[in-house]
């Protein structure tokens, strides 16, 4: 049995577990050294248990936590060459942490303690990656936030998956009509911006149909979303479609500060 856990989702920070057996993987770490520790005792999770940080990309988002976790923890950090040469430029790397590159146009598979970890790009305004893993027990699992669009890329890594963690970040009409000034309206709404609920349920529609049973709703908006809103949108677009969640799958949005509850793979 494998489990996703969401400690905190959107854009205030992100960080998730990846968990199979004793060990876990963090995929990481948007907030506060003492904010993820305290999550991570929340869902019973032993730091001693993380057998390596993959990082998505260096928005602040995402790896706000990341120096001062690794001081305490000098734990592996994946991730692929532009990412980890800013979070070093920024300090963010202790010496004692081994860097290991992956290669997100190759799509080589890495062995993280028994867990194959694959990086593929995604279309956002700095390099960025998702992550396709399987854990030791033969599970796949796909996690892609910051992503203005599905390219081929990314399509092809959520195929097949057992869970997929996807961001539904932002619902149109809430954005059009929000306090967002123009310039940042277009960066999100852009091809490397961020993945809007519609197109988010679409592509859930068509893994769902393909037989992929479990989704974690991601990395969703304050300002131009809600968790009723994101997940009416899926259950419509489900529905349209002959699709009964709860029946033929499991959705669930990902709490903004608490953790989530795990979802099994
Ligand atoms: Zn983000
Ligand atoms: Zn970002």
Redesign the pocket.
């Known amino acids: 049995m494998a489990e996703f856990i969401s400690l905190y989702s959107g854009s205030s920070g992100n960080c998730s577990v990846v968990r199979s057996g004793g060990a876990y993987l963090l995929v990481d770490m948007g907030k506060g050294v003492r904010v993820t520790t305290g999550a991570l005792r929340e869902a019973g999770l032993d730091a001693s248990d993380c057998r390596g940080i993959l990082v998505t990309?260096e928005?602040s988002?995402?790896v706000k936590g990341l120096g001062t976790f690794l001081k305490r923890h000098p734990l592996p950090v994946y991730g692929a060459g532009p990412t980890l040469a800013a979070l070093e430029a920024a300090g963010l790397l202790p010496a004692a942490c081994p860097i290991c590159l992956l290669d997100p146009d190759r799509g080589e598979e890495a062995d993280v303690a028994g867990f194959g970890v694959r990086a593929f790009p995604t279309s956002?305004d700095?390099p960025?990656v998702g992550y396709r893993i399987t854990t030791p027990d033969g599970k796949t699992m796909a996690i892609a936030t910051?992503l203005g669009t599905l390219t081929p890329a990314v399509h092809a890594a959520l195929d097949g998956c057992d869970l997929v963690a996807l961001e539904s970040n932002y619902d149109p009409y809430m954005l059009h009509n929000g306090p967002y000034p123009y310039y940042l309206r277009a960066r999100i709404e852009g091809p490397r911006g961020h993945l809007s609920n519609d197109e988010c349920s679409e592509k859930l529609l068509e893994l769902v149909q393909g037989g992929c049973e479990k989704f974690a709703l991601c990395h969703l908006s304050q300002e131009n979303n809600t968790p009723p809103l994101a997940l009416q949108t899926v259950f419509t677009t489900f529905g349209a479609g002959g699709v009964v969640p709860g029946r033929d799958c499991i959705v669930q949005t990902q709490r903004r500060s608490e953790v989530s509850p795990t979802l099994e793979f």
């Open positions: 990309h928005h988002d995402h956002h700095v960025c910051d």
